[in-house]
């Protein structure tokens, strides 16, 4: 249905930006929803954040809310995340993936996705 792939990471210091994006190919619908999870060594995929690829309507986690921004262009089937004031706390390996649906509790779970990408590596040093 919808392929995804993730670019953006790298490596910074405490206090800085990256900008993630997640390119997207395939059949994209507008109930669409675009979701960006992490995942720390040895722990869960936790949520971060999700967009409605047709209104726009956007969800944050309590940790990135404030800091983070996730936004989409259409034109170029692409979601991105802007990441500010980066912490420690944030390094992870961070996935796009694609569920469909209204923003709700269901939106928070991995399990409610069809398709990931292969993921991105933030690395936020002390």
């Known amino acids: 249905q919808v392929q995804l792939e993730e670019s953006g990471g790298g490596l910074v210091q405490t206090g800085g930006s990256l900008r993630l994006s997640c390119a997207a190919s395939?059949?994209?619908?507008?109930?669409?929803?675009l979701g960006w999870f992490r995942q720390a060594p040895g722990k869960e995929r936790v949520f971060v954040s999700a967009?409605?690829?047709?209104?726009?309507?956007?969800m944050y986690s309590d940790s990135v809310k404030g800091r983070f921004t996730i936004s989409r262009d259409i034109a170029n089937s692409t979601v991105y995340l802007q990441m500010n004031s980066l912490k420690p706390e944030d390094t992870a390996v961070y996935y796009c993936?694609?569920?469909?649906?209204?923003?709700?509790?269901?939106?928070?779970?991995?399990?409610?996705?069809?398709?990931w990408g292969r993921g991105t590596q933030v690395t936020v040093s002390s």
């Open positions: 967009v409605t690829w047709g209104g726009g309507d956007t």
């Open positions: 993936g694609v569920t469909t649906g209204r923003l709700n509790i269901a939106t928070r779970a991995p399990k409610a996705y069809y398709s």
């Open positions: 395939g059949r994209t619908h507008v109930t669409s929803v």
